[in-house]
């Protein structure tokens, strides 16, 4: 309060350092401190120019062919953080490819219990007491004397444990006293200065409770079994992105047949209208007001189906760029030129349920969860056993100091030496925590393997319904296509037929309607067997195998056991997954050409034979805006 006051009286400065020395003598926090966001660490923004939209200007983007291997590799080369397909987006895993190193460091954690442990404790002490001591020469008899006591003790030891739970030492202790009696002429009695020492070997072994090399090599397995799961964790991240990659790269490639089939829509409702305003204008009786009424309508709805494809488109190619780790928008336009597999394939149910049991990184971790529940059972049995410690130690002392007289005398090594030789027992009564852990444990392992049968079971479920959608899309693809086909045809047959007058416009509506469906159809469903082939590797945790995708383990020096004295070792820095092997077909066409978009375009833009005029070309596929 002394100091607090003194420095109140300076002025505010001084008052705010009395209010920091009071705050650090009786800490408490009655605010909170909030800082505002401008003073937190500033982060480099991207360089990302604005996203197209379908109300954007025309913006000249040049074509980036892009195969589904190119597609896989840059996810896998930007997959520092693992994302995963979510919808029309992407996003966060949750894990990194640093998560299985920093688990791996908990071994090293374990295996210190089993480090030696050096200690030194040195302590110097002086220590004067005063007291009455009769003397005759005094006036009253007595004087007030004092003795000093000057001491230096060393406590040194190492001791280590070993895997059987056995704790051995070797220590020497040493103090060195000099006592000192004032004022003289009293001398002091003894050996001054004295010096005490002992040597001590000793060891400790459990036998029941902590004793065993299983029990004590537990929580070591336990750590190496965390290492796996958080690695197997991590890979069926790295599976789901590549099964997202491929999904998004297929959905991509529906985007853009679903675009070009609207513009064609688009093209052919535009043409409908010019021939049905010409037809008023010139009197024809096959022609009518409410035709032209009827013309404008349908192609203001096949030009909002043209925009919500477009959109649609952008946001396929944003998602794509997204799980590959991409900036949001970029100049060059992604063009896939992988083709879709149009033909069936083949499953073998038993070899992909053999395989789906053996290698889902789902199931190995609960198999992994299920070795470290038995690691942790022998730590229960353990823990339910009384203590019962034998422990035997053997010393050796010494002593040395100078007599009275001036001289040295002391003891020869090993002149004087001890042993001791125990049992220690130790147990609470009924043991009720110790057997309560071991149920509980118990119970945990038959948890974990019905986890483990529920597991198998679903991905049996998992795998059944891939099964069924393989069949199911391809079944749906060719018929699909079959329906392009004759939508096709009743199509151009229409468009003639109103041409000349013979047919009316809703029939004309109805064929461009089928015909923009099933084209848009034909190419969903045949991306959607391409991605259920992929959901397919996936289940049966073969994805990454079947791609030609390693982990490579990346390494870095740091501190290790040894210290700053030594070199560095290398440890792990991240599991990060290499380039996968091609697997798909290139071409230098989009990849919606299986279709035979050209031809079709090409079919739809031939003149009518009725009236002799060619009509409006129809735009080749542009999708985006």
Partial sequence: MVVLTALLVYGGSSAVRAEGIFETVVPEQRHLMIRDPSQMQQIPLPDVPAPVTVASPNVERDPRNLSLDEALCIALANSEVIRVLAGTGASSSGSTIYDPAITNTQIDTARAAFDPVLRADNLFDQAETPGAVADATAPHGYRIGGTKSESYSLDFGLSKQFVTGAVASVGSQALDTRTTIFPPPVATTGLN????????????????????????????????????????????????????VIEAYWLLVAARVDVWARQQ???????????????????????SVGDVAQARTSLAGFQASLITAQADLLQREAALRNILGLPPVDRPQMVPVTPPRTSRYEVAWEEVLRMASEYRPDLIELKLVLEADQQQLVQANNSALPQLDATASYRWNGMEGRTPDMYYIGTEPGEFAGWTL???????????????????????????????????????????????????????????????????????????????????FLNVLQAIIDWGNSAASEAGTLALYNTELANLQAQSGMILEAHGIRFVEERYCSIGPMGRLFPDRRYPEAMQPGPNRPQYETTDKPAEDIFDLSEVRDRLAKPSKADGKKPEAIPSPQPSP
């Avoid at 060891?203 to 290492?227: C, E, H, K, V, Y």
């Avoid at 049996?460 to 899309?473: C, F, K, V």
Wanted: proline share 3%; net charge positive.
């Fill in 422 to 504: 125990g049992v220690n027992f130790s147990v609470p009564l009924g043991l009720r925590a110790g057997r309560a852990q071991l149920r509980d444990t118990e119970l945990l392992i038959m948890r974990d393997r019905a986890n483990l049968r529920q597991g198998l079971h679903n991905a049996s479920h998992l795998l059944a319904t891939n099964y069924r959608n393989l069949d199911r899309y391809y079944e749906q693809y060719k018929t699909y296509q079959e329906a392009h086909k004759a939508a096709q045809i009743n199509l151009e047959y229409q468009l003639a037929a109103y041409r000349t007058g013979r047919s009316i």
């Fill in 265 to 287: 829509q688009v093209a052919q409702g535009r043409e409908v209208l010019l021939r049905a305003e010409a037809g008023v204008k010139t009197g024809m009786a096959s022609f």
């Fill in 193 to 244: 200065p004295l010096l005490n020492s002992t040597v001590s070997l000793g060891i400790t072994q459990p036998l029941l409770q902590g004793g065993g090399i299983a029990t004590n090599l537990a929580p070591i397995q336990i750590a190496r079994l965390n290492t796996e799961r958080s690695f197997f964790q991590m890979k069926n991240n790295v599976q789901q992105m590549v099964r997202g």
